[in-house]
Nanobody, 130 residues
Framework: VQLVESGGGLVQTGESLRLSCAASGFIFENYAIGWFRQAPGKEREGVSCISNNDGTTMHADSVKGRFTTSADNAKNMVYLQIDSLKPEDTAVYYC????????????????????????WGQGTQVTVSS
């Protein structure tokens, strides 16, 4: 099982980025994919989730309107489009996979709970300069 994030970089305030999460080694449609971020000295926080069986998405209130999550099931890819980047978006961004078929899982219902996820990527750094 592998999750590989890409697309991070150094950008200026107001610019956009599209992060990618390439998944392999599991049945993509049986999982939800969450996006998390962790800024220096802060806890890892969930920002979005997409359920690959029906395309349902969830986004944290703090990013609604700027972050868009999508998936290409044919390519086993999940994307996080980030618009109007702010310095406070600076963080390492991670994708994680949650097996939907477990009885204790709720799709993206508890997407911010790190314990809902079975696999994690290594992260991609996003730095936003002011």
């Amino acid at each position: 099982v592998q999750l590989v994030e890409s697309g991070g970089g150094l950008v200026q305030t107001g610019e956009s980025l599209r992060l990618s999460c390439a998944a392999s080694g599991f049945i993509f449609e049986n999982y939800a994919i969450g996006w998390f971020r962790q800024a220096p000295g802060k806890e890892r926080e969930g920002v979005s989730c997409i359920s690959n069986n029906d395309g349902t998405t969830m986004h944290a209130d703090s990013v609604k309107g700027r972050f868009t999550t999508s998936a290409d099931n044919a390519k086993n890819m999940v994307y996080l489009q980030i618009d109007s980047l702010k310095p406070e978006d600076t963080a390492v961004y991670y994708c994680a996979a949650s097996f939907l078929m477990r009885k204790d899982r709720d799709g993206c219902g508890r997407y911010r709970d790190l314990g809902q996820y079975d696999y994690w990527g290594q992260g991609t750094q996003v730095t936003v300069s002011s």
